[in-house]
């Protein structure tokens, strides 16, 4: 349990770095097409030399945001597969479990056919939604 609470403060603590970290290019790109859009007013025509320069500058942080990107990916892979390693661990303990004792075992079937229930449901008032939508749109 309170492993699983290390794991979630974790993940939540990367979502947030990783929004904090999306707000900060996002903010940086402004400023630097700012900069862009006040340093071509200012010069004019630019030497061709300097237009490359500019060029190869603005390629070299484009791909040092792409390898940022790559790493946040990557990281966020590891992450999923230890999370499907500890569901795979926990789902192999609950049948465990399960076949242990039968009265676990009629606890768990219950929970799966509410579980296939409840998606049943959900995916009935989604469609039912889907269709009033294009029904709606249609009249339109």
Aim: hydrophobic fraction near 45%.
């Amino acid at each position: 349990m309170f492993t699983l609470l290390i794991v979630n403060s974790f993940q939540e603590f990367r979502r947030i770095k990783g929004n904090i970290n999306s707000m900060r290019e996002h903010a940086e790109l402004l400023s630097s097409v700012r900069d862009d859009i006040t340093d071509f007013k200012t010069s004019g025509s630019m030497s061709p030399r300097m237009q490359l320069l500019r060029e190869r500058a603005a390629i070299h942080g484009n791909i040092s945001h792409i390898d940022e990107v790559i790493s946040q990916a990557q990281a966020t892979r590891a992450v999923l597969g230890s999370q499907r390693q500890l569901f795979g661990d926990v789902q192999g303990k609950v049948k465990l479990l399960g076949d242990k004792f039968p009265v676990i075992r009629s606890v768990l079937g219950s929970i799966r056919r509410r579980r296939s229930r409840d998606t049943l449901i959900l995916s009935a008032v989604i469609a039912a939604c889907t269709l009033f939508l294009i029904i709606y749109w249609l009249s339109k």
